[in-house]
């Protein structure tokens, strides 16, 4: 149930906690969001009728630098599940060890069902409720769950009309004219390809013969999708919220670029190609090696942990698997790269852009992704190493790293006042 997330994200601190006999004084602190803003946004819709949206932003950390994190557009968005979205994002960025801490944000509506003028005067109304705790030393905003460069823009926007000063470090995840880094829109799915190369690697599979689902054929699932392809691995089923496809010979990629690029929405549905249709439950469960869900939260479920064929499951979604699930799947010998290490290259990407900004000099795509390789692997590597040298999976091994960090900031800034 939905929730329960912010439950779950406690169970998966404090698992990692108890292992690392964290500071009786400090626990507590890391058990809670440091603020937590729930705004009301008034939108007059285009029949001019007015509908008054519920958001959220919620800083759960800035121990270790400004809280750092997404917004998402969702019918489904709670303050719960916002808390922690937002826990994990502090996780996140201590484990690849950016200076940021952890934030997230959200607006409960239905973006399909809304014209983009609409969802333009949300984005500027939710923007002004939340500006009193943003800024780029407080709190910086980036795209999630159906947003993207153009919200991220207009965000950019509004705070620059406010203020009077362009202030392109407010927000990551822009469009490249309006100051976004290059790859940063493919950086969470080429992430997610690094990490799976390399658990592949390590555990003696050949990405040449690798099968692969992806679940959420989105900005992460596609991009992560491609890529495992261009570097020999077979795409066999990919899903979004329409539904999916599969074909145990491997899907034809370019085929789908081209049949999502024009289609409503962008979505699969209505894809003629050669491929069988599945639904999003049934492509979980389909014979693969790596299974990829880049799609939304508590998709992995103990029934679906105890059926699915996969071997390597590579977290592009934050939190898709059940702490339940997550027990099934270690002693079925899973390896399961959790989202706070498998996703980060998004929010990776999203620091080397607030840097750009800042110092107003902006990298080629090749010194981005040559920061984002040696960032993920030195990572990954980090967290696979401890994990095996403590005896834990890699989500408990991922999180000890990374709460101990945030812990160890704490303690040497001590308790204000
Ligand atoms: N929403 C992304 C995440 O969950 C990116 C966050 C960011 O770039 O700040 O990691």
Redesign the pocket.
Known sequence: MKNNLFSMALEQLDIAAAKLDLNKNIYPILRQPERELTVSVPVVMDDGQVEVFTGHRVQYSSVRGPC?????YHPDVTLDEVKA?AA??TW?CAVVNIP?GG??GGVRCDPFKMSKEELKRMTRRYTVMVMPILGPKRD??????NTNAEVMGWIMDTVSMFTGQTSLEIV??KSIDLGGSLG?RE??GRGVMIVTLNTLKKLNMNSGDATIIVQGYGNVGSIAANLLAQNGCKVVAVSDVSGGFYNSKGLDLKDINEYVSTSKNHLLEGYKGDAEPVSNEEILVLDADVLIPAALENQITENIAKNLKAKVITEGA?GPTSPEADKILEDRGVVVIP?ILA??G??????F?WVQNIQSFFWNIDEVNRNLNRIMNKSFEEVWSFSKEKRVNLRTGAYMLGVDRVAKALQQRGIFP
């Open positions: 750092k994190g997404g917004i998402r979205l994990w994002m996140k940021f934030a997230k910086i905003p980036a795209p999630d769950v990551t995840g940063r950086a969470t934050n989202d996703n980060a998004g929010v990776v990407t999203s620091y852009e």
